[in-house]
């Protein structure tokens, strides 16, 4: 008869290996949870202003470009983890109406482009797209970087390395460990990510303007992250939408919110 300490003993064991197995199957399967890289017919049409920008590892991702008319501003936007070049048009369209140039930078893996998406990854790719842009002549005082949910950690990142003049945050969060943590909160989360986009850290370095849109009803990155990263930019203009969840904060009928965006990009408060 096995005695009720032995039993103790080897019922905590089995827990331990099953927290391990987990612990294991969260770090081996995270990129394909927080990349779900959405693909698109191949290739894309230049005559519709995509083409394809090389890398410096020889592969490439493509990039949707509207050119800014003389002298003007040009937004450079980083789309959400569920998006694709292709779900950039609209967006891209109402700013170039104002006078904008907009340019939209694909993700390794993602879209049309081949490869396999990373944060370092994705950061090479928006490098790439900065200085393709600058060869054209935009410096960085007429840049705009704007990024929704994943990609607004792109575009801080890019902007605490100089490369924009203000920066535009859609549903942003405050690191991908923070939102890790919301969904495994019995999970080492801080440990185990491998891709961070830790924004709340950065956000001190960023000087430049910003302008956060976050929904109030926001349930897969809460309205409380974007508060808490409005308190965290030296010079932040933090907009909460009413009734506006995730997916819908632009999007919403009767929204002026990609014309808000607009005027913020041509110098706006």
């Excluded at 089995?14 to 399967?29: D, E, S």
């Excluded at 002298?71 to 980083?78: E, L, N, Q, S, Y």
């Excluded at 049309?112 to 370092?120: V, W």
């Excluded at 303007?209 to 349930?219: A, C, N, R, Y």
């Amino acid at each position: 008869m096995v005695r009720p300490r032995r039993m103790l003993v080897i019922l905590l064991s089995i827990l331990a290996v099953c927290y391990l197995i987990v612990c294991v199957a969260a770090f081996t399967l995270q990129r394909s949870i927080i990349f779900p890289a959405p693909r698109a017919p191949i290739p894309l049409e230049e005559n519709m202003g995509f083409s394809r920008l090389p890398l410096e590892d020889g592969r490439f991702v493509d990039v949707f470009h509207l050119p800014a008319p003389e002298g003007a501003a040009t937004v450079v936007h980083f789309h959400g983890n569920g998006e694709q070049l292709l779900d950039q048009l609209t967006l891209g369209e109402r700013l170039h109406e104002w006078g904008l140039g907009f340019l939209a930078v694909e993700y390794p893996g993602y879209g049309a482009s081949p490869g396999s998406p990373t944060e370092d990854g994705i950061y090479a790719a928006a490098e790439a797209a900065l200085k393709l842009l600058r060869v054209q002549g935009v410096p960085a005082e007429r840049t705009v970087l704007s990024g929704r949910s994943l990609g607004t950690g792109v575009a801080v990142e890019m902007a605490r390395r100089g490369h924009g003049a203000r920066v535009m945050l859609v549903s942003p969060y405050t690191s991908i460990a923070d939102m890790a943590n919301q969904v495994f909160p019995f999970l080492p989360t801080a440990l185990l990510v491998r891709d961070r986009f830790d924004t709340v850290s950065k956000a001190p370095e960023v000087k430049v303007p910003v302008l956060i849109i976050h929904g109030e009803q926001d349930t897969l990155i809460p309205v409380e992250m974007g508060r808490r990263l409005g308190t965290r930019f030296p010079r932040a203009t933090l907009e909460t939408v009413a009734g506006a969840g995730h997916n819908d904060v632009l999007e919403r009928p009767g929204s002026k919110l990609m014309d808000r965006m607009a005027g913020f990009a041509l110098g706006g408060p």
